[in-house]
């Protein structure tokens, strides 16, 4: 279809309505963030431009560097524990300790752990599993 009358406000607002539907779909498939920076008319009311751009969203604040968070979702299954667990605190002795990670070449202590004074360390799975059953 070739137009040749200038755009109006209303229509510049339903193309803008139409690009945000077609594109947010795709944002939300890829688990990114959709931002539309511009959207302007010509003066003239003869062209349309509509500037979008897509980030990652910001990682979530976690005690676990980016490759033990992936391994974890990853293989935690493997070694008994559940993905969900990420994160997660418990109580033994007088410390408090939170599941930052899994370390997938230690079969024994494989899952890492970072206290509540700041020190990291690695516990079997087992033992971990049984406090977060």
Known sequence: MNRYEPLTEDIREKIHQEAVELLAPLAEKYGICLDFVKATCSGGLDSLAINARFSLPK?????????????????????????????????????????????????????????????????DGKLVSRYLS
């Open 59 to 123: 990682r979530p604040d976690s005690v676990a560097s980016f490759k033990e968070e992936k391994d974890f979702r990853c293989y935690a299954e493997g070694f008994g524990l559940r993905e969900e667990w990420l994160g997660k605190e418990f109580q033994r002795g007088r410390f408090t300790y939170k599941v930052a990670g899994l370390m997938i070449h230690a079969p024994r202590k494989c899952v890492v752990l970072q206290r509540s004074d700041g020190a990291r360390c690695q516990e």
